[in-house]
């Protein structure tokens, strides 16, 4: 099962680099199911993996000036503060053990994979959903455009802190049929808001827990390794193609947890 879990750790970081979505949403599946992580502690590993991987793959976006640092801005700022604020006051709320039905108990853990479960769906939704990519360069942040983009880095920074996705799943479809921002630039703009928040959401509160360094190293370089090569094809495959395609994996993980959790 490790051995699957290190190729699907591959498949992690080309999605991040070919899509800048997607990858980090598969993240905390992998830990649990290949690698037998405990949830809680998964979506902490996520954070670090998503993020060291989410930097490997935004440098040569930041080369080639793909990324909006006002988007950054403030869509990072709100981020950052609601990671902080769901990661240390929100999440020791929830107790081991919510309620019962019957034999049946919805634990802490279940409870953050069910979560994560609809997420993924709602991500896939959004993959698979057909759009025009605007070709625009120009990229006006408007007033009413500029509380979009904090609440949406509040929500997505909740979002993250709970279950440890980066929310490149709802942060590209802002940037692209909100902000009318061109493909690839809401591409390398969204994996550095994912650097920022994942490794700082990480760092936050890495200290409150035993980190297993060998394995969330080994698997980080195997996802960066993976977005290295997704940035590459990037170059040569329209991301657009390939994103119904991961889509639909998504959704087909999805309920899969879904069934799992709440049947056997």
Known sequence: MEIIGYIASVLIGISLGLIGSGGSILTVPVLVYLFGIDAFLATEYSLFIVGVSSVAGSLSYLKNKLVNPGIVLLFGVPSVISIFLTRNYLLPLIPQELFSLGEFTVTKNIF?????????????????????????????????????????????????????????????????????????????????????????????????????????????????????????????????????????????????????????
């Open 112 to 264: 953050l994979l069910l979560i994560f479960a609809l997420l993924m769906i709602i991500a896939s939704y959004k993959m698979i959903q057909k759009g025009n990519t605007p070709k625009t360069k120009e990229i006006i942040l408007e007033k009413n455009k500029a509380f979009l983009m904090a609440g949406e880095g509040s929500l997505v920074g909740m979002l993250t802190g709970l279950v440890g996705a980066g929310g490149g799943f709802m942060i590209i479809p802002v940037l692209v049929n909100r902000l009318k921002t061109p493909m690839k630039v809401a591409i390398g703009t969204s994996l550095v808001i994912i650097s920022l928040n994942s490794l700082l959401g990480f760092f936050l509160s890495a200290g409150k827990m035993h980190i297993e360094w060998n394995l969330l190293a080994s698997v980080s370089i195997i996802a960066i390794i993976g977005i290295m090569i997704g940035t590459q094809l990037s170059k040569k495959i329209d991301g657009k193609k390939l994103k119904p395609a991961l889509g639909w994996f998504i959704l087909v993980m999805g309920i899969y947890i879904i069934i799992k959790e709440i049947f056997f």
